[in-house]
């Protein structure tokens, strides 16, 4: 009978559970934070942590339509503002003394929905496949996390919890197997915004070596302080006090506050250039500039990221209907809304970071399941990644596709992102047959 795996990092011992060709260590708390206070790294502790439990979500609010197209259900992990917790998955043969990629994991969801241990985000066949070690980040999210108030609420609390994860691996995964040289830090959408933004700090490479930037809305992150501005003043009724899913309420009704400016508004919550550890709007590019040698970069998006949202847009439904010319429209639209807030931005992004000294390759991931009406949308990538057939056995986006050929597509995903992080680099051009190409700038 094995006995529980057992690790001795610096921040205190502690002991993870086997699962099938993996092990785990969950829910480590690596930061902790007063509500609306910036994280402080999580205290040594001289006792055993049992690693057993996955990390709490941080308190949010139902998403109807992204539990129909992902499959996920509300409420599936308890809510906790003690959220700052991060879960190991290594492979369960490691070697003594093997020192194994590390690819840390932010997951998306507008900044205010979503957690690092969704069933989802499962990494168990990435890291099973592909000898890496996945490091699933929780860290707060809407008001919780990404949003400054005239009083003195500090704004990016989300994005400084997110650096403290990023510490402790650092300090402590090689205690796990993995090697603090060779990190990747990879999210998608929000998550992929958060990886293009924790560049932005000064610190970012002595953290990580490499980035994977997945659907990040970067066409859609500069331009926001009106709109933060008036989001903040709508937010001044929240206190220390107020019971945290009243606060979830509460941001409902500043989300709404946010409709008039236009595109932007389509993710309310966000970093905030200006305030620590961002540099002002205008100094982005050059802060981006300094860290881009010592940070290899892995850009890109899919082929339809809108038409993840484009059904339920009611005058596009309308649109849609209309004979003949009706699906045209519709694919212009497509193709419009993933350019101005995707498409031109990341690769704005990877000619910026080449030419600053920096290595960029850029991607465009095609996959869709036969026949499905959301195609090659936002979040398909998901499921390439994180394949796991019972969870996602339920999701609207694969409607149409067989399991063999999710998870063909995902094992040489998986292998591209895995070779990646591992600094084995990719050829200056390559892909997979109809699901991806990717080429260096």
């Not at 070690?133 to 108030?149: D, P, Q, W």
């Not at 402590?172 to 998550?191: C, E, L, M």
């Not at 305030?275 to 050059?286: R, T």
Request: glycine share 12%; proline share 8%.
């Amino acid at each position: 009978m094995n006995a529980e795996p057992s690790f001795s990092p610096p921040c205190g011992p502690v002991t993870g559970w086997r699962d099938g060709d993996v092990v785990r260590a969950t829910g480590i708390p690596y930061a902790t934070a007063g509500r609306f206070q910036p994280p402080v790294s999580a205290p040594d502790w001289t006792d055993v942590l049992p690693a057993t439990s996955l990390s709490p979500a941080c308190p949010q609010g139902p998403v109807p339509f992204l539990d129909d197209i992902l499959g996920t259900r509300y409420g599936e992990l308890p809510g906790s503002e003690d959220c700052q917790r991060l879960s190991v998955t290594m492979p369960g043969d490691l070697r003594d003394g093997e020192r194994v990629p590390v690819m840390v994991w932010l997951h998306g969801g507008s900044y205010t929905s979503g957690s690092g241990d969704l069933a989802i985000f499962d990494p168990r066949a990435l890291v099973a496949e592909n000898r890496v070690i996945v490091v699933s980040v929780t860290y707060r999210l809407g008001l919780f996390g990404y949003l400054a108030t005239g009083t003195g609420r500090p704004a990016n609390l989300g994005l400084l919890d997110q650096l403290e994860a990023f510490r402790w691996v650092q300090r402590n995964i090689g205690a796990f197997g993995g090697d603090p040289g060779r990190v990747t830090a990879f999210g998608q959408s929000a998550g992929g915004d958060a990886v293009a933004h924790l560049m932005a700090t000064p610190e970012a490479p002595a953290l990580f070596q490499r980035a994977i930037i997945q659907s990040a809305p970067l066409g859609i992150t500069r331009g926001r302080e009106k709109m933060s501005t008036a989001m903040g003043i709508a937010a001044e009724t929240v206190s220390e006090d107020t019971p945290a899913m009243d606060v979830v309420e509460i941001e409902g009704r500043v989300s709404q506050v946010a409709r008039k400016f236009g595109l932007i508004a389509a993710m309310p919550f966000g970093t905030q250039y200006g305030h620590a550890p961002l540099p002002p709007e205008s100094g982005i590019e050059d802060a981006w500039n300094a860290t881009a040698p010592g940070i290899e970069v892995l850009i890109g998006h899919t082929s339809d990221e809108a038409r993840l949202f484009l059904p339920r847009n009611p005058i596009v439904s309308r649109l849609a209907k209309v004979p003949v010319l009706g699906a045209a429209v519709v694919k212009a639209i497509n193709w419009a809304v993933t350019e101005a807030v995707y498409g031109r931005s990341a690769r704005k992004f990877a000619r910026r970071h080449a030419q600053a000294g920096g290595t960029a390759y850029r991607y465009v991931l095609s996959w869709a399941a036969p026949g499905n009406i959301y195609g090659a949308a936002h979040t398909v990538d998901l499921p390439l990644l994180f394949g796991n057939r019972q969870t996602w056995a339920g999701a609207g986006l694969l409607a149409g596709a067989s399991w063999e050929d999710i998870n063909a597509q995902g094992r040489a995903l998986r292998a591209v992102w895995a070779r990646f992080a591992a600094g084995d680099g990719l050829d200056s051009r390559g892909g997979l047959p109809g699901a991806l190409r990717y080429h260096s700038v």
